[in-house]
T-cell receptor, first 113, second 111 residues
Framework: KAGVTQTPRYLIKTRGQQVTLSCSPI?????VSWYQQTPGQGLQFLFE???????NKGNFPGRFSGRQFSNSRSEMNVSTLELGDSALYLC????????????FGAGTRLSVL | EDQVTQSPEALRLQEGESSSLNCSYT??????LFWYRQDPGKGPEFLFT???AGEEKEKERLKATLTKKESFLHITAPKPEDSATYLC????????????FGQGTRLTINP
């Protein structure tokens, strides 16, 4: 069974640009969550989607947004990139959410220059 | 505010030298606690879920335990391949899928 797939694995952008990251969950999983990981702040929750609806959101500015498609695949977008957005962005999927185990992808490493 | 604190930040052991990692949390109405392992350049890999105080789970050289205020990850006779960052997380009261993670313990096992 294939795991969570995130693309691309690496990205380099400049300040002010926007970026879109993609996540394909494990087959049959309908909940997708996104996290940002930095050395200083650790893993921080961005948002969770289930059945194309955002169910929960973390404390990030509105420049961070996401969506989920009918096949459960998800994308997150960051507009007007700042240097501080450089991080590893991780996607996790679970069956339906709640206390289901979240399985993580390998992440997308975003560098903002 | 939900908070998770892990200690120590880093731990270096000799192969075969057993030890424990600590995860303390402040969250009202704990619904469970997760342990993950993360290798460099990879996403976290699920290890255990603990649901209630007194519960224990084991996997190879790892055993996780849970009390009302903290969890321990005991590692017995570790091998170099156990080197990784170990993360614990609790579901937020704002939604179970919103995991609140600790900063992790970076474990190094020297041969």
């Amino acid at each position: 069974k294939a795991g969570v797939t995130q693309t691309p694995r690496y990205l380099i952008k400049t300040r002010g640009q926007q970026v879109t990251l993609s996540c394909s969950p494990i087959s049959g999983h309908r909940s997708v969550s996104w996290y940002q990981q930095t050395p200083g702040q650790g893993l921080q929750f961005l948002f969770e989607y289930f059945s194309e609806t955002q169910r929960n959101k973390g404390n990030f500015p509105g420049r961070f947004s996401g969506r989920q498609f009918s096949n459960s695949r998800s994308e997150m977008n960051v507009s007007t990139l700042e240097l501080g957005d450089s991080a590893l962005y991780l996607c996790a999927s679970s069956l339906t959410g709640g206390m289901d185990i979240q399985y993580f992808g390998a992440g997308t490493r975003l560098s903002v220059l | 505010e939900d908070q998770v604190t892990q200690s120590p930040e880093a731990l270096r052991l000799q192969e075969g030298e057993s030890s424990s990692l600590n995860c303390s949390y402040t969250v009202s109405g704990l619904r469970g606690l997760f342990w993950y392992r993360q290798d460099p350049g990879k996403g976290p890999e699920f290890l255990f879920t603990l649901y209630s105080a007194g519960e224990e789970k084991e996997k190879e050289r790892l055993k996780a335990t849970l009390t009302k205020k903290e969890s321990f990850l005991h590692i017995t006779a570790p091998k170099p391949e156990d080197s990784a960052t170990y993360l614990c997380a609790v579901p937020s009261n704002q939604g179970a899928q919103k995991l609140v993670f600790g900063q992790g313990t970076r474990l190094t096992i020297n041969p």
